[in-house]
């Protein structure tokens, strides 16, 4: 039985129709004399391919609902991933590895031993490690030491990785390879002072930790908190867009290609100066946010140039 007619090809438009009554018009063939062949109809199809989707989405958020305690508790992982250190001292780890056959942890604390801690697999590509405290009651990995996992894939490989969810990443700057530093100080940072008021209207002012000097260096903390915030505060901005705050792999990129999502950067940007060779600069002198053009060769000897944008306030 063809629907009712709505167009050349014998089908009814999908709108007029329930999702039931969507279905059956999928499983009826329609007969196109243009054609001569069986077609299906394609509004109605569309319908039925948001639905489903729609399905898939309510049954991947009621999973979340059971496993993980819901939406909201799944996007902070940072909270269960990596390592979380508990009230008793001892550190639990967590990673997601739903391919790997094994996963181990090596480190400072174990003198590099490969596989004396393995992770136990849990349900949904989880591994989990929980590491008692010292005799002494501290935790069994210092602060400030270096962790890596040790991945065994199907294919008979071993990986050597730093977790996703690491808080610091350094690295030697002979090497391209970032480190996993266990960050845990005694006594972490807690906020004392509050929240300001919610202004009622934004002034947005972007800014960089790493450029905002008008040296040939890599800016700090210390420089941006005393030279850089009191002009923002003085030219009536009153919330700053920090850039580059993640851990990145390439830091003349301005904060790009982000590495670990949840360590902040230490250096916030390599100075590009160090990364010319003998470069040409000019700088216009009768403004703030001076531009430097820069120019470099490559590896394979062409002249290239890029922009560097160096926050300079005078007076």
């Keep these: 039985m063809v629907p009712p007619d709505c167009g050349r090809c014998g089908c009814v438009e999908s709108s007029q129709l329930s999702m039931e009554e969507t279905i059956k018009a999928m499983m009826t063939l329609c007969f196109s004399a243009h054609q001569k062949k069986h077609i299906m109809c394609i509004p109605a199809l569309r319908r039925l391919q948001s639905l489903s989707l729609y399905e898939q989405l309510q049954k991947q958020l009621s999973k979340l609902e059971e496993t993980e305690g819901g939406y909201d508790q799944f996007t902070q992982s940072y909270k269960t991933f990596g390592v979380q ?22 480190g400072d604390f174990n003198a ?88 009622k209207g934004l002034r947005i002012y972007e800014a960089h930790v790493g450029i905002a000097s008008p040296e040939g260096k890599v800016a700090t903390y210390t420089n941006f908190t005393t030279n850089v915030l009191p002009h923002i505060r003085d030219a009536g901005y009153n919330c700053i867009q920090m850039m580059a705050i993640m851990e990145h792999a390439y830091y003349a990129s301005f904060g790009y290609q982000i590495t670990s999502f949840f360590a902040a950067s230490r250096t916030i940007l390599l100075s590009v100066i160090s990364l010319l060779n ?38």
């Design 85 to 106: 250190r508990q009230p008793d001292n001892s550190l639990h780890f967590r990673e997601w590895a739903p391919a790997a056959e094994a996963l181990f942890l090596t």
């Design 112 to 199: 590099w031993e490969k596989f004396t801690h393995p992770y136990t697999k849990q349900e949904f590509g989880k591994w989990e490690l929980i590491l008692p405290p010292k005799h002494d009651n501290s935790p069994a990995v210092d602060h400030n030491s270096k962790l890596k996992v040790v991945v065994h894939t199907e294919e008979g490989e071993r990986l050597y990785r730093i977790s996703p969810w690491a808080k610091y990443v350094t690295r030697d700057e002979k090497s391209v390879i970032y480190d996993w530093v266990h960050w845990d100080p005694p006594n972490p940072y807690t906020q004392i002072h509050p929240r300001p008021k919610k202004p």
């Design 278 to 315: 003998e470069p040409n600069t000019f700088s216009p002198a009768n403004v703030d946010a001076s531009v430097m053009y820069r120019k470099w060769r490559d590896s394979k000897g062409k002249d290239r140039e890029y922009i560097e944008i160096i926050r300079e306030w005078k007076e």
